[in-house]
């Protein structure tokens, strides 16, 4: 291996086993024999190993390597059949820039089996800087099955899903469905977009390689994606995944239908309710259902809201109803907004929106302050140019 191409191995092992063996450090804190190195300190030499890891992980995360080197030296000295010392020694090293030093302590390291988390971060970035996407995905594999929810398990996947052949090795582990594919479907809040839609076209692709995954384990990445504005990506996994979704075009429920009922679909309204709000889905003569609403409040409140996926245009949006009470407005990787300007009624004849380019669009309804009641169904979204 070309000496820089080498030294690019070297740094991107040190940045990700540093990563970790940070957040490693942040989550132990609730063992006191492993987060104080006070109550170490009071430890008897003869039963120190622990101690001295705990004042390595201590340094690592301090960006102290001598120390981390002493402390991790230590525990190996004290306990040398325990990886956790030996790959401490390894990220210490790393740390310090001692490359060839490194790599033996975690080649080391590796003998003692598959559990240590520092030392599969260190071959898996290793393996993805030779491209042996195979062995970084057995690697991945290897720590997602121990942990599950691992805090940066988007930044360990996301090398894998950035290449056709990473892409592939991920998806022949994601197709034996280890036990961490249930997470992966349960995106965090705090996902990055671009790691978002990259574990969207992955689910599609797992589907489309024969692993569908039902409709009720890929409920929640639906959620997810619509609670984004993602309508585009939701519809694409759940048409994957789930053999009795139907194709949904415009507007999801616009009689109301399924939000009456006991298991609404994933699509269609979410209501936004609120102390001034009162909000009732009572059956009509046909035995169908409508809205009716009541507000307490002197502003416009948000009532209802759907991630819609619309090409640009002009559109009118209209329904059956009280007038004057209800508007719409549209929000792009945002909540809608407060309505203004607002051009027609949407209850009486139609309100008119303008929709831009968005990959992530919300349409939103409106309840305007009044008195008594308002009613609101049977809505149409049609495009007039």
């Known amino acids: 291996m070309p000496r820089r191409r080498l030294l690019a191995v070297r740094l991107a092992a040190s940045a990700g086993i540093l990563g970790f063996a940070a957040l490693a450090f942040a989550s132990g804190m609730d063992r006191l024999s492993s987060s104080s190195p006070g109550v170490a300190r009071l430890v008897p030499d003869s039963v120190r190993a622990q101690a001295y890891r705990t004042e390595a992980r201590l340094a690592l995360a301090m960006l102290e390597p001598e120390k981390a080197l002493t402390a991790a030296r230590a525990a190996v000295a004290a306990d040398p059949v325990i ?50 996407f195979e062995s970084a995905a057995d690697r991945a594999d290897a720590m997602l099955r121990a942990q599950p929810r691992m805090p940066d ?20 582990r994601m197709a034996r469905r280890p036990q961490w594919l249930a997470s992966y479907v349960r995106p965090a809040a705090n996902l990055s977009e671009e790691g978002f839609d990259q574990r969207s076209g992955i689910l599609i692709a797992l589907a489309q390689g ?28 759940w048409a994957a995944h789930c053999p009795t979704a139907q194709p949904i075009f415009g507007l999801a429920d616009a009689g109301f239908e399924e939000l009456a009922g006991s298991s ?15 909000v009732r889905m009572p059956e009509d003569a046909k035995g169908g259902h409508f809205l009716r609403l009541r507000s307490t409040a002197s502003v416009s409140r948000l009532v209802l809201q759907q991630a819609v996926s619309l090409s640009p245009g002009r559109y009118s949006l209209s329904g059956r109803g009280t007038t004057g009470r209800f508007a719409a407005s549209l929000g792009c990787d945002r909540s809608p907004e407060v309505p203004s300007g607002v051009r027609g009624d949407l209850a009486s004849g139609g309100q008119e929106l303008r929709i831009d380019a968005c990959g992530r669009l919300t349409l939103g309804i409106w309840l305007r302050p009044g008195p008594g009641e308002a009613e609101l169904d049977d809505l149409r979204l049609e495009r007039i140019d």
């Open 83 to 132: 990886p956790d010392s030996t790959a401490l020694l390894g990220t210490a090293l790393l740390l310090s820039q001692r490359f060839d030093a490194a790599e033996q302590a975690f080649r080391v390291a590796a003998r003692f089996g598959w559990r240590e988390p520092m030392t599969q971060r260190y071959w898996f970035q290793a393996a993805i800087q030779a491209g042996d």
């Open 264 to 278: 609404p679909s994933p699509f269609g309204w979410t209501i936004r309710r609120s102390g001034d709000l009162s």
């Open 153 to 172: 398990a988007e930044r360990l996947l996301t090398p894998l899903a950035s290449s056709r052949e990473g892409r592939a090795a991920l998806l022949k």
């Open 210 to 237: 024969g692993t569908r995954l039902g409709c009720a384990e890929t409920r929640s990445f639906v959620d997810s994606a619509l609670q984004r504005g993602a309508r585009e990506q939701a519809e694409q996994v």
